[in-house]
């Protein structure tokens, strides 16, 4: 390589007597950065040999790194839709307000008096009693049978096994309330003033 380097660089300087001083000069300087490319080249490939590591070393970090769960995450490039960029508002200050947009707390519209509206006296209703130890309620049409259940021990004092509703024609929610064994639906109807 030496050889063919140094031979080149004589035909250079033996031509300069022919050729014009410039052209050769531009020529022999083409040659010399051609020659500092493959030496670099040649150092980069050495240090690349010299440098590779173990494969066995190698093994032992990536399953490591695979233990300690830092595997590489790829984060997703954000996608911008307009030409102008707008610096991120980022400041969010403490809500300090000098009143309380809200003067009471709101009422529990739905409470035990708005559920149960009225007891049904109707004859059917009487033979529910009488039959199947059951009482007949009017309710408001948002209360479940949980509320329900719920607000007749707390209006009166009786335990539910189990409700029953339905919407009547006229738009109003019916519950059949049955009673455990333990309550008598004729004293109750009596307590409440339904009979």
């Known amino acids: 390589m030496k050889l063919s380097i140094k031979s080149e660089w004589c035909n250079a300087i033996h031509a300069k007597k022919r050729i014009g001083s410039s052209l050769v000069l531009c ?3 083409f040659i010399l950065s ?11 490939v050495l240090v690349a040999t010299s440098k590779k590591p173990d494969d066995k070393v190698q093994a032992e970090k990536v399953a ?18 307009s030409v102008t960029f707008h610096r991120p508002k980022t400041l969010t200050k403490p809500r300090n307000p000098k009143y309380p947009r809200i003067s009471a707390p709101p009422r529990n519209k739905l409470d035990h008096y708005q559920i149960l509206k009225y007891p049904l006296t109707t004859e059917s209703a009487m033979k529910k009693i009488e039959d199947n130890n059951t009482l007949v309620f009017i309710v408001d049409l948002r209360a479940d049978k949980k509320k329900i259940k719920a607000a007749v021990k707390k209006m009166y004092d009786i335990q539910a ?11 109003t929610k ?4 049955r009673l455990t064994p333990d309550y008598d639906a004729l004293d109750v109807a009596n307590k409440i003033g339904i009979i």
């Open 27 to 29: 020529y022999s300087l």
């Open 161 to 171: 096994k189990k409700v029953n509703t339905l919407i009547r024609p006229d738009g």
């Open 174 to 177: 019916k519950a059949y309330v």
């Open 64 to 81: 490591k790194a695979v233990k300690l769960g830092s595997t590489l995450k790829k984060k997703g490039k954000k996608i911008r839709t």
């Open 34 to 44: 051609n020659c500092c490319l493959f030496i670099n080249f040649l150092s980069n």
